[in-house]
């Protein structure tokens, strides 16, 4: 039971400018993403405009949060159309799949439908 | 298209300050970019016994999401210019990812010059011109690293050598006359003698 259930649920990462992560967090929600965590952490890509200023750095934040695989498509479409993720630098969406869970009670927290 | 190839997820745990030098060295075989957490460690509860204060090790988590064929060669710099036997101490780990979105131009380039050292090169010339236009700023950069690490290890090796081989007064006039002959030198020293 546990088995097929944990691997119905994904760990997504969101890496976005430091700015958005508001804007993100709402329109997850909308999506039946769950229980989000934000990092914030700095970027290193490097690109000739911002090389040309001085600066490689930029910050961002990551945002964790366990989606449905059903859902996967959703949030990912989602973010292609209102942010635009498909265009270099504007921010990566990655997801991993769980290898266990620390109880029922946790599984509830982290996907209020099952 | 990016169903197409397969990623994994970089992670590596440093020292602070380190992620940034792994980051280069990551970047010399072929990642695009990556990013910076800051991370605190907790693994001295015994020399907080022993010395009565707080100790927090300040660690770097480094993410650099890759295509799986650059896996190895990304883990491999990265160990070799920050591993656990330097001081950087880094470990590093990928993990395997699901679905990715965001990485249009990485999966772009290789599969029109799919041939492995053509795509290399073109990024590196695509680069070089880079580096170019910003040498100044980069050149002084890279060439202040390598020079504070010889600086650090060439006088330990001179002042562990010379005072056995001379008594002091000597040391002090051959370091005023550095370009003496050795035959004028023996000469000095014996008429010192």
């Known amino acids: 039971m546990n088995s097929n259930m944990n691997e119905d649920i994904k760990l997504l990462f969101i890496i976005v400018d430091r700015k958005l992560t508001d804007k993100v967090l709402a329109d997850l929600k909308e999506n039946d993403a769950e229980f989000f965590q ?23 934040s990551i945002i964790l949060c366990f989606v449905k695989e059903k859902h996967v498509s959703y949030v990912f479409d989602m973010l292609n159309t209102k942010y635009k993720f498909n265009k270099p630098g504007k921010g990566i969406a990655f997801t991993t799949s769980l290898k266990s869970i620390s109880g029922p009670l946790a599984l509830n927290i982290i996907s209020k439908n099952i | 298209m990016e169903n197409n190839i397969q990623y994994e997820l970089i992670v590596t745990i440093l020292n602070q300050g380190y992620a940034e030098k792994a980051m280069d060295a990551a970047r010399k075989v072929g990642a695009r970019g990556g990013t910076i957490l800051t991370a605190r460690g907790t693994a001295t509860k015994k020399l907080e016994k022993k010395y009565n204060f707080v100790i927090t090790p300040e660690k ?23 591993g656990l036997t330097t001081k950087g101490s880094g470990i590093t780990f990928s993990i395997p990812v699901d679905e990715v979105l965001g990485l249009s131009l990485i999966s772009s380039i290789p599969s029109s010059l799919d041939t492995n ?22 050149e002084t950069a890279k060439k202040d690293e390598p020079e504070v690490i010889e600086n650090e290890a ?16 000597d040391i002090q006039a051959v370091e005023y006359k550095e370009s003496i ?13």
Request: charged fraction near 30%; aromatic fraction near 6%.
């Open chain 1, 38 to 60: 934000i990092l914030y952490g700095k970027g290193t890509a490097r690109s000739e405009i911002l090389n040309l200023l001085g600066d490689n750095e930029t910050e961002r």
């Open chain 2, 117 to 138: 050292n053509k795509s290399k090169s073109y990024l590196d010339s695509k680069y070089d011109n880079l580096y170019i236009s910003t040498g100044s700023i980069n």
């Open chain 2, 60 to 82: 770097e988590i480094l993410l650099i999401l890759t295509d799986s064929k650059q896996r190895n060669d990304i883990m491999k710099s990265i160990i070799e210019k920050v």
């Open chain 2, 154 to 169: 060439e006088p330990q090796l001179e002042e562990t050598i010379e005072p056995s081989a001379q008594p002091q007064e």
């Open chain 2, 181 to 193: 002959d050795n035959d004028k030198l023996n000469a000095f020293m014996k008429s010192k003698k």
